[in-house]
């Protein structure tokens, strides 16, 4: 079992930044991929952005170039950085850890909100 527990969210204006944090604890050595997802009012989940324990990464396209993912693993940490906020990055964010025998978990979310 892994845990993840997030923290960060809350309320930025338009053109802000905001830095999510995901600290993970349980069966930790199993986690291959950290991530982040987003779900915004009547959508579908969707990725934002996930990290390899090696580095790799991945972005949505609609974050490239304005979100940064980063990875600690000598302290089972995933962090997003989210600059150059837009309205339409209003959602919940959930953290995400994919084991290696292919398990997934997720935290229980925080809430980014975009607004003047």
């Known amino acids: 079992q892994v845990q993840l527990v997030e923290s960060g969210g809350g309320l930025v204006q338009p053109g802000g930044s905001l830095t999510l944090s995901c600290a993970a604890s349980g069966s930790i050595f199993s986690i291959y991929i950290m991530g982040w997802y987003r779900q915004a009012p009547g959508k579908q989940r969707e990725l934002v952005a996930t990290?390899?324990?090696?580095?790799?990464?991945n972005y949505a396209d609609s974050v490239k170039g304005r979100f940064t993912i980063s990875r600690d693993n000598t302290k089972n940490t995933v962090h997003l950085q989210m600059n150059s906020l837009k309205p339409e990055d209003t959602a919940v964010y959930y953290c995400?850890?994919?084991?290696?025998?292919?398990?997934?978990?997720w935290g229980q979310g925080t809430q980014v909100t975009v607004s003047s």
């Open positions: 995400y850890s994919r084991t290696l025998n292919l398990r997934n978990y």
């Open positions: 990290i390899t324990s090696a580095g790799s990464t």
